[in-house]
């Protein structure tokens, strides 16, 4: 059998120190216990793992294939880079990356960039648009290569950050699922990241020296509303250490009941219990 450190070429070169040992146990930890709780694994299935070449995409990688070889997660894996023609992208990482490691995978070119700079009036964000085009050709691909699934690599502060936008600017309490059918109703999307704080994939990711592509080669990020949640975020954690994680928590222990969601709860049929009065 595999010595630990050599369950996959992704693993190669690990450190061998404690914290890093306790880092990985707790990152496969959390990553099967969401797959699990909102049961991703269905049998025969094929999943579409999207790299975006950030620290997030890599762990997630890495982290499925320690599940895969555990034993603990019977789908096939066919990793995909979708280079959305943005300025100096370094195309050539990621294939070579995966060729190293010996990944099975799918590389896309669709300029994408060009027609969300076309379509994005000036000062607004590209963000929105640009994710809704990589979504289509994604589930495009995920169809060519038969897959069930398309998998990407948001982690528990991704989910949080996207709570309060919904909640400030967007008026609903609402946030990114961690298992969600495609409007089509022929693909999954699944985020097995869900209870992975972003840190922990940061260091990871850092104590692999994985070649990590700055997520900001469209130069749309500074200013983004997300970056000021992140910050709001950042500092409750730092007057509240573990305030993430409660917050976190909440999202799994809703009480429709004490919301004012009339579709959730039936308000205008709660009756009292009316005694009988012939009942001492």
């Known amino acids: 059998m595999l010595d630990e450190t050599e369950i996959h070429p992704l693993f190669h070169g690990a450190p061998d120190t404690v914290a890093f040992k306790k880092l990985r146990k707790r990152l496969v930890r959390d990553t099967r216990e969401a797959i699990d709780r909102y049961g991703m694994i269905a ?8 790299l975006s070449g950030g620290k997030d995409s890599y762990t997630l990688l890495a982290i499925l294939y320690e599940l ?17 023609g943005q300025p100096n992208f370094p195309a050539t990482v990621l294939p070579e990356f995966l060729q190293k490691m010996g990944v099975p995978h799918r590389i896309e070119y669709r300029d994408t960039y060009s027609v969300v700079m076309d379509k994005t009036p000036q000062g607004r964000t590209l ?12 589930y495009r691909i995920a169809r060519e290569e038969g897959c069930t699934a398309v998998v990407l690599g948001h982690h528990r502060d991704d989910i949080l950050e996207t709570f309060f936008l919904n909640l400030f600017h967007g008026g609903k309490l609402a946030t990114m699922p961690p298992k969600l059918k495609n409007d089509e ?4 999307l699944y985020r097995p990241l869900a209870h992975v704080a ?17 997520c ?8 983004l509303q997300r970056q000021q949640i992140k910050r709001l975020l950042d500092g409750w954690e730092t007057n509240s250490p573990g305030r ?12 429709p009941s004490h919301l004012l969601d009339t579709a959730l709860f039936d308000f ?13």
């Open 244 to 255: 993430r994680q409660k917050i976190f928590s909440s999202l799994m222990n809703t009480r």
């Open 198 to 214: 972003e840190a922990d994939c940061e260091k990871f990711a850092q104590a692999m020296n994985y070649p990590i592509i700055p």
């Open 268 to 280: 205008t049929g709660l009756a009292l219990n009316h005694k009988d009065p012939e009942t001492p």
């Open 216 to 223: 900001d080669l469209c130069g749309s990020q500074d200013g």
């Open 68 to 84: 895969q070889w555990r034993g603990l997660l019977p789908v096939e894996l066919l990793a995909c880079n979708l280079d959305q």
């Open 185 to 188: 109703g022929d693909l999954f």
């Open 127 to 138: 963000c929105t648009m640009c994710s809704r085009l990589r979504r289509a050709n994604l």
């Open 43 to 50: 049998p025969g299935g094929k999943w579409l793992v999207c």
